[in-house]
């Protein structure tokens, strides 16, 4: 299908461009969303005539996207999660978790402005990217703990995943000392066996 872009969209266009999409994406998200409308002859001509105004919408938003950017860029957010011994978290923290946690940090944002590859799965201080607007990005860390004296320790740089060693001495080392008496069962050499009658 082909559509107008509304506004920039990564990897697709600019604002304007008319490009050839699959039916689904543009049926399920770009047109409901608003970010683009079916390339007809009348809805091309409407959009030369409100291409002015589109234009000082997208670098209105823009600017407040930047503003927002500015006090967002190295903020460090916490999140609280279950996680094992070796640091492997019950569960994962998705965009859903990054943006609430963001949000309760003063920020409002929504779950599909979080840019993730996958979901966060171990625990860390981990880089997250927030798509403030198609043209705006704004870097943030979220530190990952079980606790908040966890989360601290983590921010200075701690490593809470590590498993203390027992180091185990060889040389004083007797396998025999395990053992309290001769287990059962066990006749000393060169003991006759009882005979039964």
Partial sequence: MQVILLQRIVKLGQMGDVV?????YARNFLLPQKK???ATEDNR???ESQRAQLEAENLAHKQ???QVAEKLNGQLFIAIRQAGDTGQLYGSV???DIAEVVTAGGFTINRNQVVMERPIKELGVHDVVIGLHPEVLAK???NVARSEDEAERQARGEDVTVIKDEALDIETFNPDEM???EPEGV???GAEPEQQG
């Fill in 179 to 181: 053992f309290e008496g």
């Fill in 20 to 24: 050839n999409v699959r039916d689904g």
């Fill in 187 to 189: 006749a000393e050499k």
């Fill in 64 to 66: 407040e996207a930047e």
């Fill in 94 to 96: 998705s965009t859903r």
């Fill in 45 to 47: 001509k409407y959009f």
């Fill in 140 to 142: 943030v860390k979220l």
């Fill in 36 to 38: 683009a409308m079916r």
